[in-house]
């Protein structure tokens, strides 16, 4: 049961260019969302978070948007730098409760920023 | 100045041997994680401490036994290992665990290799 799904294995943009990455989840308890950044040989690296109580975060170059009602946030990186190639990783978790702050994650986009 | 850091970074051994991965954090957080990367790729969650008690437990096999001696580390000890187990292994810290939404910070991960 995957509840956390990035359907774009991969994505290849142009430098200088907006890349958009999507993400979808199904389970409603979710409240808090992250984005993190993986290279090769390395863990992943915290992007940006939002919580449900907002529809837009932005820290530099990087905005994530979050629609609750569709279930779906999107990472939006611009412009796009070589630099920025890497695993793109969603995740989820939900505030309180039982889950303590457990992370689900979605499969990862492979980002490739062309020179 | 690693944040979270794992040894060994790598590890080979045989089917049926016993081994442990360590994990420590020096970044003053209060609980820590071990999540399990797969052949496909998916982040997903084993077991989680706070302040040195076991918060998450997910459906792991009792060959896995995780051990905190204190909150800055989290080691993870895997008996009579099996072909299955064979996948990347990282460690993460946050600070608050389910009362707070604060991002997890990850280890660069340990690649286990069963012959």
């Known amino acids: 049961d995957q509840q956390v799904k990035q359907n774009s294995p991969s994505l290849s943009v142009q430098e200088g260019r907006i890349s958009i990455l999507n993400c979808d989840y199904t389970?409603?308890?979710?409240?808090?969302f992250l984005w993190y950044k993986k290279y090769p040989a390395e863990g992943p690296t915290f992007l940006i978070s939002?919580?449900?109580?907002?529809d837009k975060n932005e820290d530099g170059r990087f905005t994530v948007f979050l629609n609750k009602s569709a279930k779906h946030l999107s990472l939006h990186i611009v412009p796009s730098q070589p630099g920025d190639s890497a695993v793109y990783f969603c995740?989820?978790?939900?505030?309180?409760?039982?889950?303590?702050?457990?992370?689900?994650f979605g499969q990862g986009t492979i980002l490739t920023v062309h020179p | 100045d690693t944040a979270v850091s794992q040894t060994p970074k790598y590890l080979v051994t045989q089917m049926g041997n016993d081994k442990s991965i360590k994990c420590e954090q020096n970044?003053?957080?209060?609980?820590m994680y071990w999540y399990k990367q797969d052949s496909k790729k998916f982040l997903k969650i084993m077991f989680s401490?706070?302040?040195?008690?076991?918060?998450i437990n997910e459906t792991v096999p009792n060959r896995f036994s995780p051990k905190s001696p204190d909150k800055a580390h989290l080691n993870l000890h895997i008996n009579s290992l099996e072909l299955g187990d064979s996948a990347v292994y990282f460690c993460?810290?946050?600070?608050?665990?389910?009362?707070?939404?604060?991002?997890?910070?990850f280890g660069d991960g340990t690649r286990l290799s069963i012959l």
């Open positions: 401490y706070n302040n040195k008690e076991l918060i």
């Open positions: 970044l003053g957080h209060d609980t």
């Open positions: 995740a989820a978790s939900s505030f309180g409760g039982t889950s303590y702050g457990k992370l689900t």
């Open positions: 389970n409603s308890m979710f409240d808090y």
């Open positions: 993460a810290s946050s600070q608050g665990g389910s009362i707070s939404n604060q991002p997890q910070h």
């Open positions: 939002i919580s449900s109580i907002k």
